[in-house]
């Protein structure tokens, strides 16, 4: 290339590069771009589900926990030495026994025989006591012969010998009582119904006096301990004792109790018969008593009777609250706030809860019959959130 060319090209290049610059400029002159405008925004509206408050009645249920234990259990004890003759069908580990049924049976001859023995010492001092009247008698006819009307001491009318022979009579009666009951005692009988938790003799066994024949406890109702907190109590009427009154058990609130088996539940109805006297002092609670009539009866379903010790899951119906708001327990927030529509918005509300269970919470006030209540779970639901109630 030569140097003319070369020149060239060093004034034609700028002018080029000009040229298109001014085109491009003039093309972006005549079509301006135009700025996009953001689509308007429309607000969601939130579906909920919510029903309408109305005041109602509401019972509360307590829910305890206790075991069963006998009315009464004790020691059976022989009162006379001996050896046993015979003892009961019914006297075993387990045995079902009806007040005042013999047991068992102590070896009686000797008893028989301090019976005999005794009867006739009482005829003897019976027989002297007559005798000893009769002199006392004979002495006051001698003294008036040959008193001369002088007054005659005791001793001289046998009055001390006729004390005596009294006395001898009435310890006469009092050792022939002795050796009857001792008689009566060789049966040993059952002080009430009931049932034997462990036989400790048997058949041909000597006992001495004080010996424990078998470990028993009575029949007739069975009890169960239930504790119950503070706030559990103010919605309980316990029928309490007082000072002065008989301890006859008071029918108080009914009580449906759960014993299990297994995998199978049985249903018992007791009512509430008294509180203890005290708090118990490791968690300040309170034990009411439940007592449940004849447990160990045949029941049509099949229930088995119950056992001492068995574990008992009751459920206690306590005093009914009037012209209350009972909502679902899941529509309530942190314990103490709900949620409400007004105006299709949603409104927090705090309410004061004045009892709950698994399923329910009761409120009493700041709320108002015919009010919409949310119930659709929220998570943390926005006061002024624009919601729409469905199947309203």
Same mark, same amino acid.
Not at 21 to 37: L, M, T
Not at 217 to 234: C, F, G, M, N, T
Not at 313 to 333: C, G, M, Q, W
């Given at each position: 290339?030569?140097?003319?060319?070369?020149?060239?090209?060093?004034?034609?290049?700028?002018?080029?590069?000009?040229?298109?610059?001014?085109?491009?400029?003039?093309?972006?002159?005549? #079509?301006?771009?135009?700025?996009? &405008?953001?689509?308007?925004?429309?607000?969601?509206?939130?579906?909920?589900?919510?029903?309408?408050?109305?005041?109602?009645?509401?019972?509360?249920?307590?829910?305890?926990?206790?075991?069963?234990?006998?009315?009464?259990?004790?020691?059976?004890?022989?009162?006379?030495?001996?050896?046993?003759? #015979?003892?009961?069908?019914?006297?075993?580990?387990?045995?079902?026994?009806?007040?005042?049924?013999?047991?068992?049976?102590?070896?009686?001859?000797?008893?028989?025989?301090?019976?005999?023995?005794? $009867?006739?010492?009482?005829?003897?001092? *019976?027989? $002297?006591?007559? @005798? @000893?009247?009769?002199?006392?008698?004979?002495?006051?006819?001698?003294? &008036?012969?040959?008193?001369?009307?002088?007054?005659? +001491?005791?001793?001289?009318?046998?009055?001390?010998?006729?004390?005596?022979?009294?006395?001898?009579?009435?310890?006469?009666?009092?050792?022939?009582?002795?050796?009857?009951?001792?008689? *009566?005692?060789?049966?040993?009988?059952?002080?009430?119904?009931?049932?034997?938790?462990?036989?400790?003799?048997?058949?041909?066994?000597?006992?001495?006096? #004080?010996?424990?024949?078998?470990?028993?406890?009575?029949?007739?109702?069975?009890?169960?301990?239930?504790?119950?907190?503070?706030?559990?109590?103010?919605?309980?009427?316990?029928?309490?004792?007082?000072?002065?009154?008989?301890?006859?058990?008071?029918?108080?609130?009914?009580?449906?109790?759960?014993?299990? *088996?297994?995998?199978?539940?049985?249903?018992?109805?007791?009512?509430?018969?008294?509180?203890? +006297?005290?708090?118990?002092?490791?968690?300040?609670?309170?034990?009411?008593?439940?007592?449940?009539?004849?447990?160990?009866?045949?029941?049509?379903?099949?229930?088995?009777?119950?056992?001492?010790?068995?574990?008992?899951?009751?459920?206690?119906?306590?005093?009914?609250?009037? @012209?209350?708001?009972?909502?679902?327990?899941?529509?309530?927030?942190?314990?103490?706030?709900?949620?409400?529509? $007004?105006?299709?918005?949603?409104?927090?509300?705090?309410?004061?809860?004045?009892?709950?269970?698994?399923? +329910?919470?009761?409120?009493?006030?700041?709320? +108002?019959?015919?009010?919409?209540?949310?119930?659709?779970?929220?998570?943390?639901?926005?006061?002024?959130?624009?919601?729409?109630?469905?199947?309203?």
């Amino acid at each position: 290339m030569n140097a003319l060319t070369k020149q060239s090209l060093k004034v034609l290049l700028p002018l080029l590069v000009l040229a298109i610059c001014v085109a491009a400029a003039f093309k972006i002159n005549q #079509n301006p771009s135009q700025a996009r &405008k953001a689509p308007k925004t429309t607000q969601v509206v939130l579906n909920v589900d919510a029903v309408p408050l109305v005041r109602s009645a509401y019972t509360v249920q307590l829910k305890a926990y206790g075991e069963v234990r006998p009315r009464t259990e004790g020691t059976l004890i022989s009162q006379v030495a001996g050896t046993l003759t #015979n003892v009961s069908r019914r006297f075993q580990n387990g045995g079902f026994f009806e007040a005042g049924e013999p047991l068992a049976q102590i070896d009686d001859r000797d008893y028989v025989a301090a019976v005999t023995m005794t $009867e006739s010492d009482r005829i003897q001092a *019976q027989f $002297e006591l007559e @005798e @000893e009247i009769a002199r006392g008698k004979q002495a006051e006819v001698n003294w &008036k012969r040959i008193g001369k009307g002088k007054q005659a +001491s005791e001793l001289v009318l046998r009055k001390p010998q006729l004390a005596a022979a009294k006395a001898k009579v009435a310890s006469a009666k009092a050792s022939l009582d002795k050796a009857k009951l001792d008689l *009566q005692r060789t049966e040993i009988s059952a002080p009430y119904a009931g049932r034997i938790v462990d036989k400790k003799v048997d058949v041909g066994q000597f006992v001495s006096s #004080n010996t424990e024949l078998a470990d028993i406890y009575a029949i007739d109702y069975v009890e169960v301990r239930l504790p119950l907190s503070p706030r559990q109590v103010e919605y309980l009427t316990i029928p309490e004792q007082y000072r002065g009154e008989d301890n006859t058990p008071a029918k108080g609130p009914d009580v449906a109790m759960i014993a299990r *088996q297994g995998r199978k539940e049985f249903m018992w109805e007791g009512f509430i018969s008294r509180a203890e +006297s005290a708090l118990d002092s490791n968690n300040r609670q309170l034990y009411v008593v439940a007592q449940l009539n004849d447990p160990y009866r045949q029941r049509e379903d099949g229930a088995p009777p119950l056992k001492i010790g068995q574990f008992i899951e009751a459920t206690i119906k306590a005093n009914t609250l009037d @012209e209350v708001f009972v909502i679902p327990r899941s529509a309530l927030y942190q314990g103490k706030t709900v949620v409400l529509v $007004e105006n299709d918005l949603l409104v927090r509300r705090d309410v004061e809860v004045i009892w709950t269970d698994e399923t +329910s919470a009761v409120v009493n006030h700041n709320l +108002s019959a015919g009010e919409w209540l949310v119930t659709t779970p929220l998570g943390s639901p926005v006061s002024g959130t624009r919601v729409s109630i469905r199947s309203k």
